[in-house]
């Protein structure tokens, strides 16, 4: 039986604190040592969620040998002469303790929420409509940013009829389209009708015309992006074309 402690007015300990069934617990708490282990249980009671009815409480020294068991609740914690660096691991007698089992831990053992795709589209709010409004947000803050004669420049040595390649991805074609989208986007644009379907549309964007061509064979890029001279169309049984 650990000896009585004589107590100073202002006397306290830190003790470090572990629990039986929350692996991860591990906490550093002042105590004064005229709390009484009743009082020390609610307090931890706030700390951890098991109740003071289901706790007992041992008491280890620094060296993780046990001293005893905190049992009388009526005695204050000084009567069991704790040091500083002493530890306190608090065991749940409640085998219905929502810390039992690892639930407060393991997340595995939580059911998980499940709605279908079209009931998650249904909601007026959802993360993927927040997404969406962001990068709409965005892209028009970029496009505000842009004047009206973006990329003109380089529109100078383009014109319809021109044969192309697009630069990156050297897909070939002949220009159709020299001039402003603004359904897009301020600046100037190029309509690429492709030699192969390797396109986006026929050469309607939002509702409206730039150019005609075969369904997925148009694209519209930025000029800076079109590369136009001898580029024919590529015969696609030449053994020299890769």
């Known amino acids: 039986m650990a000896s009585r402690l004589q107590l100073d007015g202002d006397a306290s300990v830190l003790l470090r604190v572990t629990h ?7 906490v550093d708490v002042r105590f004064s040592l005229e709390m ?4 020390v249980k609610e307090k931890l009671w706030k700390k951890c969620g098991t109740s ?28 069991y002469s704790p040091l500083d660096g002493y530890h306190i691991n608090i065991i749940d007698v ?19 929420y499940k709605i279908s795709e079209d009931s998650y589209n249904k909601l007026d709010v959802n993360f993927r409509k ?3 409004k962001i ?25 319809v009829g021109d044969r192309c390649e697009i630069d990156p991805g050297e897909k070939r074609g002949i220009v159709k389209f020299v001039g402003k989208a603004e ?5 100037f644009w190029i309509g690429v009708q492709l030699d192969e379907p390797l396109g986006k549309h026929d050469g309607m964007i939002k509702d409206k015309r730039y150019f005609e061509c075969p369904p997925q064979h148009g694209i519209l890029l930025r000029p800076d992006k079109v590369k136009v001279g001898d580029y024919p169309e590529r015969d696609l049984f030449d053994e020299d074309e890769i």
């Open 183 to 187: 359904s897009v986007a301020p600046g």
């Open 130 to 132: 927040f997404k969406e």
């Open 94 to 112: 409640d085998p219905s303790s929502v810390s039992s089992g690892g639930w407060l831990e393991d997340t595995s053992l939580v059911e998980k």
């Open 52 to 79: 003071v009815d289901s706790m007992l409480l041992e008491l280890y020294d620094d060296a993780g040998s046990k001293i005893c068991d905190l049992c009388d609740n009526g005695r204050s914690l000084g009567f």
């Open 36 to 39: 009484s282990v009743e009082a």
């Open 135 to 159: 990068l709409l947000q965005n892209a028009m803050t970029q496009e505000n940013k842009l004047s009206e004669n973006y990329m003109e420049e380089f529109c100078k040595n383009i014109k």
């Open 20 to 26: 039986s069934n929350i692996k991860r617990f591990l």
